[in-house]
């Protein structure tokens, strides 16, 4: 199995910066893409960034320009510069290790982590 920590969540006031890291451990072979979903209340859960093993990110349109992913050498952690932060921006953050290959299977699976709540007060 394959956990998710989450960790950097918590209230900033707007303008303000927050950064969200994120470490898969288990038996893992290799991820495809790591990266971070939100989910709002009453709102479908929606990317905020993805990167791949490569490390080619993908920015959801209303984040770019503020938001900066990184990944580790080790390809298990990433991590989330979230800066000049919106209200609109208030959202529990999820963790998503997508296209996991665990040493024991063949194919890849996504997992996701438990979330960090993001509060932005104007």
């Known amino acids: 199995q394959v956990q998710l920590v989450e960790s950097g969540g918590g209230l900033v006031q707007a303008g303000g910066s927050l950064r969200l890291s994120c470490a898969a451990s288990g038996s893992i072979f290799s991820i495809n893409a790591m990266g971070w979903y939100r989910q709002a209340p009453g709102n479908q859960r929606e990317l905020v960034a993805l990167?791949?093993?490569?490390?080619?990110?993908n920015y959801a349109d209303s984040v770019k320009g503020r938001f900066t992913i990184s990944r580790d050498n080790a390809k298990t952690m990433v991590s989330l510069q979230m800066n000049s932060l919106k209200p609109e921006d208030t959202a529990v953050y999820y963790c998503?290790?997508?296209?996991?290959?665990?040493?024991?299977?063949?194919?890849?699976?996504?997992?996701w982590g438990k979330g960090t709540l993001v509060t932005v007060s104007s």
């Open positions: 998503a290790a997508l296209g996991t290959v665990l040493l024991t299977t063949a194919y890849g699976k996504d997992y």
């Open positions: 990167i791949d093993s490569t490390r080619n990110p």
